[in-house]
């Protein structure tokens, strides 16, 4: 597999179930001087996410400063079979297992991570419940232990699952260009009539099922017209039990599990994390997926907990995905995620 001028690697994994998933090794000319760094994707895409056709994606950006970069695709990426997954078993089979390869692989004795989203919130998960101890610095970007979206959006997210649930058990941004059930055409029709802002089928179906922006998870202003339109191949599946398990955390504002499984935490904001980490937040300002003030309130919470450690960076002018995936990604966001990898 290549990428421009970075090649991969697939290195296969086996979760804590049985789950076959696999890691993406970035392989460049300019052999690692420093240790690794895991890249975690969201939810309904893959770890393509971070290789988004700009003059330098996040990769190659790491990897010209001598960063190992490994990228996780877990049970939520498209690369695997349309599957009823929740945080819980992200956190409790997926990340466990990929940290364990890459330091098998690499000899490391610690990695860093950068995670982004629904791969944010199992990964935090994971890091609490003492799951993945090998990894010492975490760059968490958009959300992490306290989710909080609009007021729309919580009123859609706990309405609308319910009302579609016993329809269909996936939502799927790809029914924009293949809608072949009754739900999908409905869901077709639905978008078309609120959502004006652009002429990409999918860049509309992602804003109406991630949130209630237009567009909700970045801004338009901030993408190529190469990664607008690329970005038509980089969404699927969401199974309806993600969107219980997301109701549920933001309307008590942290993350709960929802599997109840023994030796696991079920409220994540009643526990001690299990972790030594430190974590950088970041979140893009005029993010409308979920709020800033998500990032804020779970720095604040470990702020209490370890003063002067952690950080939160708010960016300027950006959105949600765009913090990878934007044009000027390269001058605005990542040099301020390498410099908290450095520190």
């Given at each position: ?14 979760a ?68 009823p ?11 466990p ?7 098998e ?10 995670i ?55 939502m ?6 293949k ?19 652009c ?18 998870l ?59 980490a430190?974590?950088?937040?970041f ?22 907990l ?33 410099a908290?990898?450095?520190?």
């Amino acid at each position: 597999m290549s990428e421009g001028s970075i090649t991969f690697d697939v290195v296969e994994f086996t979760a804590g179930d049985g789950m076959q998933l696999n890691l993406l090794h970035a392989i460049s000319d300019k052999k690692p001087t420093k240790g690794p760094v895991l890249l975690v994707h969201g939810a309904g895409v893959r770890a393509n996410i971070f290789l988004a056709p700009v003059e330098t994606n996040i990769v190659e950006y790491l990897s010209s400063h001598g960063y190992d970069v490994w990228l996780e695709n877990w049970r939520a990426s498209m690369d695997v079979a349309p599957n009823p997954w929740t945080l819980d078993q992200a956190a409790i089979f997926d990340h466990p297992k990929a940290v364990e390869k890459v330091v098998e692989m690499t000899g490391a004795t610690s990695i860093k991570a950068i995670i982004h989203c629904q791969g944010s919130t199992s990964f935090m998960m994971s890091a609490v419940a003492g799951l993945v101890p090998q990894v010492d610095m975490i760059i968490s970007n958009a959300v992490s232990l306290h989710p909080v979206v609009t007021t729309f959006s919580k009123i859609k997210i706990n309405i609308l699952p319910k009302l579609v649930a016993f329809l269909t058990p996936y939502m799927n941004p790809q029914w924009a260009k293949k809608p072949k059930s009754f739900i999908a055409w409905a869901t077709k029709l639905l978008v078309e009539l609120t959502h004006h802002e652009c002429d990409n089928t999918v860049c509309k179906h992602t804003s109406f099922i991630y949130g209630s922006g237009h567009p909700t998870l970045w801004r338009h202003e901030n993408l190529n017209r190469e990664t607008h339109q690329w970005l038509s191949d980089e969404f699927g599946f969401l199974p309806m039990q993600f969107f219980t398990q997301m109701s549920r955390s933001i309307n008590r504002g942290h993350l709960l599990a929802i599997d109840n499984r023994p030796n696991f935490p079920t409220d994540f904001a009643e526990v001690t994390p299990k972790t030594e980490a430190r974590f950088a937040f970041f979140s893009g300002k005029d993010n409308v997926c979920f709020l800033p003030v998500s990032q804020q309130n779970t720095f604040e919470y470990f702020n209490k907990l370890r003063p002067n450690f952690h950080t939160i960076n708010i960016v300027e002018n950006y959105g949600h995905l765009c913090m990878f995936m934007g044009k000027n990604a390269v001058n605005d966001v990542f040099p301020r995620m390498l410099a908290e990898l450095e520190k």
